[in-house]
């Protein structure tokens, strides 16, 4: 049964007075669970726990942690059904969907561990003293990243799981050695419920300290604000709106002790079509990207908002055809009305504009079928209204149309920072326009040729995350082992004596990772 309290350490609690309903999203009727907001009693509290779980779990050894996550992962696979059914009825995402969500989550925490187990990831570097160098001895210095702290982390309306309760963020921070406070998502509380009990028998199982997990649930942005604004949060992870994220990031430079927030936040993802592949592709082109703008009703941060071209008998065939093959995909649920609302109010703006042509509209738009919007407009009216290029979270796209390739080099340097940049182009194109490929490579934090912004592989090299306001720190990516960095800081050791040293730095190497000492790459002992 899903009971809906707040999850504070291993306890559940509900002190206060103040509901949220969970809403099953395609008939707006009420989800079984009563979900109580935190009190500030309760906020204290699981900030208490953290912090003293903080100081044991931060030094539990790579391996341990790598126990707790797959722990984690075995816990939310044995969910079986019951967390599909519930997500399902929450978020109006399908069945196949959110198993592949799933199938992600529990694939990225077990990402982590073997991340954990090879043990590199620390960056352990190490000089060795020089004792009679001149003029001035040198010092033995060890460098490595450790925990930050406790991280509060919100979690994402677009996906109830994957980047949720033991999504990305959470795997990530708890994988550095971070303990986590989740702030629930009100779109999704009783998947989050069901999620936080796998954490927190994982948690058990594996020996971890009480505290290392909570999640609370809030009616307003009263809960988020006062976890930011604690003053023993050290981060914030956050996946939303640029104004969520922006809100939060300001909030937290408000405080005594400033923090990062790592909010992964909005992104037209501009597709350029190169002259010559769209001459001998178009109507390939048009099939590909009408099922990318379509997918999961557009609610991907990587949908492809604007797709750039030259005008021409080819983007004329590739309008036509893209605009007909979105005609005839069928609506769908939003995830929550507020959603359907900001796409409706947000695509409204757009195409009210005079100089916007409207080349598909769906008629379907209620919030539990909405269907898609396809609209045109030429890069000298683009050029000169900035809220042209504003997301419209949803299935919405639209093509500029460029009289040439200096202005589609204009409109590419008008565009803010973007998660991803898609450049369409064939040999010819890489010849006769590699200056604008390569200005385009300068806007987005993953550049993808020949492909389709949506689908983010979970790996090593990816990137999520690019300059503002698609990121509040384009250095660091929200998916991927990469996205541990954003919870840890690096200290270096000076003549630290051995005993005081971690494992990591210690002469005799005894977790037997990689290292570079003196320069060198090395996994031996000193
Ligand atoms: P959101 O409004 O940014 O909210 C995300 C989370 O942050 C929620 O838990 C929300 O609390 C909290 N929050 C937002 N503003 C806050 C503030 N000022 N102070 C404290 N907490 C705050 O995003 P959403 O609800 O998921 O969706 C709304 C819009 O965000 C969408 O229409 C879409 O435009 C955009 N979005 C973008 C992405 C992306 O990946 N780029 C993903 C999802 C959504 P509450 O739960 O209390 O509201």
């Known amino acids: ?125 190490i000089e060795t003293a020089i004792p009679d160098r001149t003029p001035i001895p040198k010092p033995d210095l060890r460098k490595i ?20 309760t033991a999504g990305g963020d959470t795997a990530s921070a708890l994988a550095s050695g971070c303990t986590v406070i989740v702030k629930a998502h009100e779109s999704h509380l009783g998947t989050n419920s069901l999620v936080a009990g796998a954490i927190v028998s994982a948690a058990k199982k594996t020996n971890m300290p009480e505290g290392v997990f909570s999640s609370l649930n809030s009616k307003d942005y009263s809960v988020g604000t006062a976890l930011v604004m604690h003053p023993s949060i050290k981060a914030v992870g956050f996946t939303g709106s640029i104004k969520g994220g922006k809100a939060l990031y300001d909030l937290a430079q408000t405080r005594k002790e400033p923090i990062p927030v790592y909010a992964e936040m909005g992104s037209v993802n501009p597709v350029l079509l190169m002259p010559s592949k769209l001459k001998d592709n178009a109507k390939d082109l048009a099939a590909t990207y009408s099922n990318s703008i379509t997918m999961g009703v557009g609610q991907f941060c990587t949908n492809p908002g604007i797709i750039i071209g030259v005008q021409s008998d080819s983007l004329n065939e590739f309008a036509k055809e893209l605009a007909s093959n979105m005609a005839k995909v069928k609506g769908s649920c939003m995830l929550n009305k507020g959603i359907s609302d900001n796409f409706d109010s947000n695509s409204t703006k757009i195409l009210s504009s005079s100089t916007v042509e409207v080349l598909h509209k769906s008629s379907e738009v209620s919030y539990d079928n909405k269907g898609s919007i396809l609209a045109k407009i030429n890069a ?39 998660l991803t940049v898609t450049i369409m182009a064939n040999k010819n194109d890489y010849t006769e326009n590699s200056s ?21 592989e979970v790996c090593r090299a990816m990137h999520h995350g690019g300059t503002f306001p698609s990121s509040t720190n384009g250095k660091y990516t929200s998916v ?47």
């Open 1 to 125: 049964m899903i009971k809906g309290q707040n999850t504070i350490g291993f306890q559940l609690s509900a002190l206060g007075n103040e509901s949220i309903k969970a809403i099953r999203v395609d008939n707006q009727q009420e989800l079984e669970g009563e979900f109580i907001s935190a009190t500030s009693e309760e906020i204290n509290l699981a900030v208490e726990k953290s912090v003293k779980a903080f100081d044991v779990y931060s030094k539990i050894s790579g391996v341990k942690r790598a126990e707790f996550l797959e722990a984690i992962a075995g816990e939310i696979e044995a969910l079986e059904s019951k967390l599909i059914d519930r997500a399902m009825l929450e978020s109006g995402l399908p069945q196949g969907r959110l198993e592949g969500e799933r199938g992600r989550t529990c694939g990225q925490l077990r990402a982590f561990a073997a991340l954990l187990r090879e043990g590199s990831w620390v960056d352990a570097k």
């Open 145 to 164: 990243n450790t925990a930050i702290g406790p991280v509060v982390v919100f979690t994402a309306s677009n996906f109830p799981l994957a980047f949720s």
């Open 380 to 418: 000298s009216d683009f050029l000169a209204n900035k809220d042209m290029s504003d997301e419209v979270f949803g299935p919405f796209s639209m093509i500029v149309s460029c009289k040439n390739i200096e202005e589609m080099q204009k409109v590419v340097a008008s565009l803010e920072g973007q």
């Open 436 to 456: 604008l490929i390569y200005s385009a490579q300068k806007i987005a934090g993953r550049v993808i040729y020949n492909g389709t912004p949506t689908g983010v």
């Open 480 to 526: 991927g082992q990469d996205a541990i960095y954003r919870f840890v800081r690096p200290v270096a050791f000076q003549n630290s004596p051995e005993q005081f040293l971690p494992e990591e730095l210690k002469n005799g190497n005894p977790l037997k990772i990689m290292r570079i000492v003196n320069g060198k790459y090395s996994n031996s002992s000193i």
